[in-house]
């Protein structure tokens, strides 16, 4: 049976989320969630949760580009810690470096195709947080592919 992951881009004004599939080894994006008063809107990722029913968690945590802690590598884990602790299911840290750049450049590329008219604020967050999730399932997957030698 294959697993099932929710992704998160984690920011002080809004959270992208994406689902993925294990069998599939995709992901895309779903929505962009607002953060209430500098919360993030709990109801609406147990929501998520209880729609998707998702096996694991994974969250992208910054860093600088030399591997250093960056101000909102912190408040990334500490999402982490939390959503572990209020939904009890397995939760994996994704380093995501570029996934905003990526996001932006990919966004850039759909309009230049005529793929999409305009983007919103959110478009990014999400974004971000399917290609988080789709590199974490591919780097799964080449763990299990190496295991498997």
Request: hydrophobic share 45%; proline share 0%.
């Given at each position: 049976m294959s697993r099932c992951f929710l992704g998160f881009d984690f920011g002080l004004g809004r959270i992208g989320v994406a689902v993925g599939q294990e069998l599939t080894g995709t992901a895309q994006a779903l929505k962009t969630l607002h953060n209430i008063q500098h919360k993030p809107d709990w109801a609406a990722i147990e929501a998520l949760i209880k729609e998707w029913k998702p096996d694991a968690l994974v969250i992208g945590v910054p860093y600088h580009m030399d591997g250093t802690e960056q101000d909102m590598t912190e408040a990334a884990k500490k999402f982490a810690r939390q959503l572990h602790g209020r939904f009890h299911l397995p939760v994996y840290e994704m380093d995501e470096r570029l996934s905003s750049r990526e996001a932006e450049a990919e966004i850039r590329r759909q309009r230049a195709a005529g793929q999409r008219r305009k983007s919103r604020k959110g478009d990014v967050d999400k974004m971000a947080?399917?290609?988080?999730?789709?590199?974490?399932?591919?780097?799964?997957?080449?763990?299990?592919h190496e295991r498997s030698e």
């Open positions: 947080a399917q290609i988080i999730l789709q590199s974490w399932i591919q780097q799964q997957e080449h763990l299990q």
